[in-house]
């Protein structure tokens, strides 16, 4: 048995626009553009980034939602990409989807016994009395009471209903589960105990994570590892205590600079990183690194030459030409204490409430 579930390698996803006129050229948006990664299994791998840097579309291509221009996608040695429809049907059971909108992902129109039953209906060989014995198991696993199956999505609460989206993400006993910002809709008291609950899932039925999220602070709580995209492109990646103790490209540090410090000593000592303008637009993606158009300490190699992701340190790469090793150290052209980012263990809300 392979140690990673999931690997994906040079995965592009290329969306062509309608031409505006007859006469006009056709344009590309390079939504996801030669990115790469791994996830162990039974472990969760984070995906973060500002809005529109690919990470939901490099997750929806992952589970072929959407077709990849090219790459690889294997699931546990099994290669996605080439799979025919039927077969993709059958590896389905295998890999589900947590989505983000916990409002608009149910159907008004069915209950909540029949929308997490219907993907066994279609994904397993199961009978009736299983099926609905697993409904209840997995409506008492998420914290909603049994009576509450015969209700309707509206006469729920949004984070209930993200409880309900994730008994059905959860119907098929899938071995990965994608999780497409699964908090960012909820409030935050709520955000804790759905994170809770992610985490107490995983551990009790041995799922993998492929967690998608622009908030840090949400990834640090759940993701053992994690990949830092801009524009497309993973700029950052390794495990977590790495990546938030030594942030090492200067995307990265922008982002962790942005969170605010628990203690008010460092709110005061931490250095604030302000970026200028907004991303550039994946149609026409910048020549060379697409971060240099924002990024304070850029040179003239870094207009013109695009850097590769590089290993500088065990499970630490970054995508950086102002990034080396010397003499066994690694100088970077940001520097944060590790202190900014607190590594928390500590229990947050466990209430079955939201």
């Known amino acids: 048995m392979s140690e990673n579930l999931l690997e994906v390698n040079d995965l592009r996803v290329y969306y062509t626009l309608d031409r505006p006129t007859w006469f006009a050229p056709a344009q590309t948006v390079y939504a996801v553009d030669g990115v790469s990664f791994s996830v162990r299994r039974g472990t969760a791998f984070g995906l973060v980034g500002e809005s529109g840097c690919g990470k939901s579309t490099t997750a929806l291509a992952t589970l072929r939602l959407i077709e990849p221009t090219s790459g690889s ?6 290669e996605l990409t080439t799979l025919g429809s039927h077969a993709l049907r059958s590896m389905r059971q295998r890999m589900q989807i947590i989505f983000q909108d916990p409002y608009s992902s149910l159907n008004p129109r069915s209950r909540v016994a029949d929308i997490i039953e219907e993907p066994m209906i279609l994904l ?10 697993r409904v209840d198991e997995l409506i008492r696993r998420v914290g909603l009471r049994p009576e509450q ?13 993200q409880r309900i989206g994730i008994a059905r993400a959860l119907a098929a006993r899938p071995e990965l589960v994608v999780c497409d910002e699964p908090v960012s809709a909820l ?8 994170l809770n609950l992610l ?8 799922l993998t994570y492929l967690f998608i999220s622009h908030d840090l602070a949400v990834v640090q709580h759940l993701c053992e590892a994690l990949a830092v995209m801009y524009l497309g492109k993973i700029v950052e990646q390794g495990d977590r205590r790495a990546v938030f103790s030594q942030p090492l490209h200067p995307y990265t540090h922008a982002l962790l600079s942005a969170e605010p410090a628990k203690d008010p000593a460092l709110r005061q000592s931490s250095r604030r990183v302000a970026l200028q303008g907004d991303p550039p637009s994946p149609i026409n993606p910048p020549s060379g690194c697409r971060f240099h158009t924002r990024c304070p300490y850029a040179e003239a190699r870094c207009r013109q030459e695009l850097p590769s992701l590089r290993e500088v340190a065990p499970g630490h790469a970054v995508a950086c030409h102002l990034v080396r090793v ?6 970077s052209p940001v520097s944060m204490p590790a202190t900014v980012m607190q590594f928390h263990r500590d229990a947050v809300p466990t209430s079955r409430g939201g």
Do not use: N
Request: proline share 4%.
């Open 149 to 161: 199956k015969r209700l309707f999505p509206h006469q729920f609460s949004g984070g209930q209903r």
């Open 124 to 133: 397993t060989g199961m009978r009736e009395p299983e099926r609905r014995q």
């Open 187 to 194: 409030d935050v008291a709520i955000q804790a105990q759905i």
């Open 199 to 206: 985490a107490e899932l995983r551990h009790d039925l041995g």
């Open 73 to 78: 996608i294997r699931l546990d040695k099994t």
């Open 326 to 331: 010397e003499g066994g150290k690694i100088i």
